[in-house]
Structure formats: C-alpha cells, structure tokens
C-alpha cells in the first residue's frame, strides 16, 4: 500500500494518489498517455522498492553483528571487591592520647607491615585495594599487614568531642608516638612502614624517633616541609565547613585534588564519583580535628649525613636534626600535586638508602590508578631487603595471565581489588616457599 504518492505532471499540475495499491498505480499509468507523467510515478515506485531493499538488507546486517553479544548491567567500581573476601580482624588500642582502631590483614606469625592512611581516608578508602590486588597476594604470604586507622577516622566513628568534652587530638608527632602501643598490644619487635601523604609523615616521624624499631619505609606523598600559606588557607575554609557537621562541596573537591591532582579529578570520572561517595562514611568533626593537626605539623628534622658523603657540616646548621637509618622507598605520580614535595623529601634522605620512583600516567595516588606498577616496585624493594628472594616478575605474571583468563571464562568472578579469583596463585606460592 503507498498512502501518499505525489508527481508532476506535464501541465505542471499536482497530482496525488491516497491510499493506492500497486494495481490501481498501474492501471492509471496505462490510462494515462502523458509521457513525462508516467515516467516520474515509475521513478517514485522504484526508489521506494530500492528503499525498502536497503532497509531489509541494514536489518540483516544488524542481526549478524550482534550475533552473540550480550548486554550486561555496568557495575559500580567499590573499594576491595566484595567486603567478605577481606578477612580483616579489628582491634581498639587504648593508648594516652586516644583509641586507635587497628585491622589486621594476614598471619601475624609472618613478618609485619604496619600502614598508615592520608587524610579523609582510612585503611578501608586508602590501602584495602591496593592490597587485595592480585599481583600482591603472593607477597602478603610472607606478612602480616597491621592498618592503624587515625582516633576518629574509621567509618561509622562517634565524634571525639562527644565522647569526651576535653578531648585533644594528637600532633603529629604524638601520633607518632602511639604507635608504640599497638607494636606492644601484638608483640612487634620491628616492621616495614607504609604511608601515604599524612600517614607517610607520621611512620617517618617515628622511625627518626624509634629507629631501631622501622626496618624500612614505603613513603607516598610525603611531605617533610611545615604546610605553606596556600595550604594553611585551604585547610582553614575546610575545617571551618567540617566542624559544622557536613562534608561540603567545597571541601570535597578540594580533597580529591588533594588524593588525586587535577588531571585525575578531569579524566577518571569512575574512581572519582567511588571516592566522592565515601566520603559520606567520615565523621566530618574529627577530620577537621585530624586535617587540624595535620596542618599545623612541624617540618621532619631529617637531614643527609653529610660527613658520611665527604662533605663538611657546618657546626649548628643541622641542630637537632637526624638521618633515617633505614632504607626508604618513595612513590610518586608525575601529576601528583605533591611532586616537588617529594623531591624535597629525596634531597633529605641519604641516596645510599632511598629509591625514588616517579610513576608515568599516574596522579596523586598510584595505589588506586598504577596498582601493578606499585606492587612491582614494592616487591623488588622487599627483594632487595632479603625478603621474598625467590618471587620472579615472570612467575607472577604468570598467576597474572592465568587470573585473566579465569575471570574472562567467568570461573573466579574477581577483578581489581578482590581476593576472589586469585586462586590460581596459590601453587605458585606454595611452590616457592618449599624452594626457601
């Protein structure tokens, strides 16, 4: 049927046929004698046939390529995959200045990694992804991770005020100072140290303090300088907002460039959007008690030893300053905001002892967006302290391939940050701590 054909005729007349079918089309092209007429109406009929024949022709087509595709809900990112796969033991550490809430990852027979978080973060939003990342299950064989959450900052905490209406939060250097009771509560003699941004500053403080205790530190964004004008005013605004009780606009985007740097912030919209909803499980009083004393921190008394590289000191200059004893690991992004303040950190550690790695295509935390590149970094830093000696990169990229392929066959239904999945790593593993 044509519900509406319309041609011209020779008299240059308008001529339409409504609700036509192919037969009565036909009879009046044989009735009438009008050459042109009859010429223009077999044109439209024959470029509605071609029509309708390209459209069946694109509808098949259409079929073929979605021939066995099949559609799936997209899956919000989370932090740790599915929470039951962390096996997690949590303690609260009564100490002098405050209760410290500690999560223990792992058999606490084996050697100890003891980790601290950044601002606005905990042991949850800060290190659970990273180390329930595949390629880091055959290192954490060989430890314990001990993850000591700031007084106030694990999710679901009272505020600190509440509590106790005389209430002090630590400095950082008494922060510092508590850690002392969690290495006595589990029975630590000594530990490899973790931090990221504030909480790298604070397990630095400390090995300076209790050197013969830190076996040697992993140290992202840390900053060993007093915070400068610009910073002081941010932080500011941001406590002044946080005491009121809410979480702002403001101070959550300042918090992401503070995680993350602006080029994160622009093109990762997914871990963005996980990280701006975890903030709802932060009591917005005590981070502004904890972003308080971060902001008034006084700079790190570590210096070089310079006699030691052939240069003389001058008497006084470096009063009361120290060297870090033990060998430090620094991670940073090349768009990390916090970049120069890791060089001025570098400048201040004896090279013998440090390894400084800038990672390319990452922001402010390489945790999160280069896990592979950091796991690799670690281990080879864990190497070369004796630990883990027979762990090939070859090996593990094995358990890597073979992780990949079990999640794509859809037999481990793990991903990023989940322990599930990686069952495929566990001979390997075994095999190499029979070869120790």
């Known amino acids: 049927m044509y519900s509406s054909v319309v041609v011209c005729s020779s008299s240059n007349s308008i001529v339409e046929f409504l609700s036509l079918n192919q037969l009565d089309i036909e009879k009046n092209i044989t009735m009438n004698t009008e050459p042109n007429f009859c010429d223009c109406l077999c044109s439209v009929l024959m470029s509605r046939r071609n029509k309708r024949k390209r459209k069946r022709m694109a509808e098949k087509l259409t079929d073929i390529e979605l021939t066995g595709i099949i559609l799936e809900e997209t899956k919000p990112r989370t932090l740790g995959g599915d929470p039951s796969s962390v096996l997690l033991q949590e303690d609260d550490i009564e100490t002098g200045r405050g209760t410290l809430r500690v999560a223990v990852q792992g058999d606490r027979s084996k050697a100890a990694i003891i980790t601290y978080h950044d601002i606005g973060l905990n042991h949850v939003t800060n290190f659970q992804g990273f180390f329930s990342y595949g390629d880091m299950q055959p290192i954490l064989r060989h430890f314990c991770v001990y993850h000591i959450n700031a007084p106030g900052q694990h999710d679901g905490a009272l505020p600190l005020m509440q509590r106790n209406m005389k209430y002090h939060f630590p400095s950082m250097d008494e922060l510092s100072e508590m850690i002392l009771p969690v290495l006595q509560f589990y029975g630590i003699k000594h530990f490899i140290g973790f931090g990221m941004g504030a909480g790298a500053n604070i397990l630095t403080r400390f090995a300076l303090n209790h050197p013969e205790k830190v076996d040697a530190l992993a140290l992202v964004n840390c900053t060993a300088s007093v915070s400068g004008w610009t910073e002081w005013g941010w932080q500011k ?200």
């Open 237 to 436: 605004l941001n406590t002044w907002y946080l005491k009121s009780g809410s979480m702002t606009g403001f101070t959550e985007d300042y918090l992401l460039w503070h995680w993350f740097g602006q080029k994160t912030v622009d093109q990762n919209y997914d871990l963005v959007r996980m990280y701006r909803d975890t903030m709802k499980h932060i009591n917005p009083h005590n981070l502004a008690l904890f972003i308080e004393s971060y902001t008034k921190r006084t700079a790190l008394a570590v210096h070089r030893d310079l006699p030691k590289l052939g240069v003389k000191s001058t008497p006084g200059k470096n009063t009361g300053a120290r060297a870090l004893d033990c060998d430090v690991l620094l991670m940073a992004g090349d768009n990390s905001p916090h970049l120069d303040a890791m060089v001025d950190m570098n400048s201040r550690i004896d090279p013998s002892k440090t390894s400084w790695m800038k990672i390319s295509d990452c922001g402010g935390m390489p945790l999160e967006e280069a896990p592979e590149k950091v796991c690799d970094a670690f281990r080879l830093f864990l190497q070369g302290l004796g630990y883990v000696p027979f762990m090939s990169q070859t090996k593990i990229m094995e358990s890597r391939s073979a992780a990949s392929r079990a999640s794509l066959l859809g037999a481990g239904g793990g991903g990023r940050g989940s322990i599930t999945g990686t069952t495929h790593q566990t001979p390997v593993v075994q095999e190499q701590e029979a070869e120790c």
